[in-house]
């Protein structure tokens, strides 16, 4: 029999606020020492009361307006409770059951064309502590307790480990785009619950799911997805059945692992949290927030088609991040007397090779490699100034000083020698310097000409223009 996979995606990201979700501790823990950023609200103490951080809640909004969702204009915080270290008040606030976005949707772009992926729900919760393991002791750290989150909620709408991995980097692009999150996977700035069922191809019923939870990477989320269905179809196809649960990741094995069985909704005793106010939120407060939120990534990427006439996937390329985005149009725009094409080449080419070979970020970078260099470039290029080898260079040095592409040739004097009476006189001195080259070329040997065009270049310091050199030659050599 043949089976398809059913998979829905739980992402969880930080939201980029400057201090915490209830209280005014710092929200930027990275590199804080373990329990610097903590207060009585953040350690659960009993009686500190919290006070809702609101610049969570707008970019909340904006998230769920940039997911396509509808805003509820009343909603509330839930204590989710159960026990851990981690969790010093005992239980979570969570929007759980009254989530600020519902019913939304994103776009996947798969090799076989645009899907449309439903978005159940994106809310607000707080995160945890973080607890660290060191030989056989527990070290607990709060810096994190009481950080925004939020987490957005799927439909089982996609199908292959493929689809969950464009989703999940769909999101990522998404949320850093519009400010809401910093995308550094590796520090966990998102994390990703997927969940699994599979059933025969052409079933409209759902069969059990499996969650894995706490992926951290595109690659891991992919990998045990491809792992858990092949799983799954082979105890169905040994005629065993998939019991509803949580499993695990091992990262370095390659498998799941059977963590514990599901908890219900009902196990964690949900109800409002008595210390904060409902939210009232009105239609200007929600129109605010739309307006607040800059031209997304896929539309920008449709413009970027339509408006500079740039192929499916350089438009793609351009918008994979806004500041990259932000650098094309700014170069477009200062090099108005060239193709939109040219300058998105030498972003493409030049400039995505020297940000990854450094390891920099544009946004690091573009204050020293303006926009308007690529004007310059383009502008050497076209009056034949340099050639297309040493254009490449003197990109590479502006990459790294920051100084501007015609400061650079002329201070290395690389400006390509086209003036042809110039190159004449250099192809004279070539010729009266190598007279037994000359004879031989005279007598029929071709290869005597390259090695003339070659001292001719040396004289000139590489500045020759190549085929006024081979010119001039033959001009001297056939009279
Ligand atoms: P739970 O109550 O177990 O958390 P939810 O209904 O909230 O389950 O769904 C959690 C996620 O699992 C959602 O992304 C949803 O799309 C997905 N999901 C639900 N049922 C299935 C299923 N049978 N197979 C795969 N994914 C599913
Ligand atoms: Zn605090
Ligand atoms: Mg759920």
Redesign the pocket.
């Known amino acids: 029999m043949e089976y398809e996979a059913?998979?829905?995606?739980?992402v969880h990201a930080q939201i980029l606020t400057e201090s915490k979700m209830f209280c005014g501790c710092s929200a930027d823990y990275a590199n804080a020492a373990p329990n610097t950023h903590t207060c009585p609200v953040c350690l659960g103490l009993p009686g500190a009361l919290p006070v809702l951080n609101q610049r969570a809640v707008e970019l909340m909004a904006m998230t769920g307006r940039a997911l396509n969702c509808r805003i509820n204009h009343d909603t509330y915080f839930d204590r989710k409770n159960y026990f851990y270290v981690d969790l010093p008040s005992s239980y979570q606030r969570s929007q759980y059951q009254h989530p600020l976005c519902v019913a939304g949707w994103v776009e996947i772009e798969t090799a076989q064309g645009a899907r449309r992926i439903g978005i159940?729900r994106a809310h607000m919760e707080e995160d945890t502590g973080k607890l660290t393991h060191v030989d056989g002791a527990s070290l607990v750290d709060y810096n994190r307790s009481g950080v925004p989150l939020l987490e957005i909620?799927?439909?089982?709408d996609l199908r292959t480990p493929e689809e969950a991995r464009l989703y999940c980097a769909k999101m990522r692009q998404l949320l850093v785009w519009i400010g809401v999150n910093s995308g550094n996977l590796e520090e966990g700035a998102m994390r990703f619950d997927v969940?699994?069922?599979v059933r025969p191809k052409g079933s409209s019923k759902?069969?059990a799911?499996v969650?894995i939870k706490n992926l951290n990477s595109l690659r891991s989320v992919e990998r045990a997805l491809q792992y858990e269905i092949k799983r799954q179809i082979e105890v169905l196809s040994a005629g065993g059945t998939i019991v509803q649960e949580t499993r695990g990741w091992d990262e370095d094995r390659g498998v799941t692992l059977s963590q514990r069985s599901?908890e219900y909704?009902h196990d964690y005793r949900y109800f409002p949290d008595p210390d904060l106010p409902p939210l009232a939120l009105s239609d200007a407060w929600i129109a605010e927030r739309d307006a607040a939120l800059p031209e997304l990534p896929d539309a920008r990427r449709r413009r970027f088609e339509q408006q500079y006439g740039l192929p499916a996937q350089d438009a793609a390329l351009l918008t994979s991040e806004r500041v990259v985005a932000d650098y094309f149009e700014a170069a477009v725009a200062a090099a108005a007397q060239h193709a939109p094409k040219q300058v998105a080449n030498w972003i493409i080419g030049e400039l995505f090779r020297l940000l990854n070979d450094s390891g920099e970020a544009l946004s690091a970078v573009a204050t020293r490699l303006r926009p308007e260099y690529i004007r310059e470039l383009l502008d050497l290029l076209r009056e034949g100034a340099i050639t297309g080898t040493t254009a490449k260079q003197v990109f590479e040095e502006s990459f790294r000083s920051g100084q501007s592409p015609a400061a650079i040739v002329d201070a290395r004097g690389l400006r390509q020698i086209s003036d042809s009476d110039a190159v004449r006189a250099l192809a004279q001195q070539a010729v009266e310097a190598n007279p037994k080259v000359v004879n031989d070329y005279r007598s029929g040997k071709s290869a005597a000409l390259k090695f003339l065009v070659g001292q001719v270049m040396r004289l000139s310091k590489g500045q020759a223009n190549p085929q006024l050199a081979e010119q001039a030659l033959r001009d001297i050599l056939d009279r």
């Open positions: 059913v998979i829905g995606l739980e159940t909620v799927s439909e089982p969940n699994v069922s759902l069969g799911k969650e599901k909704a």
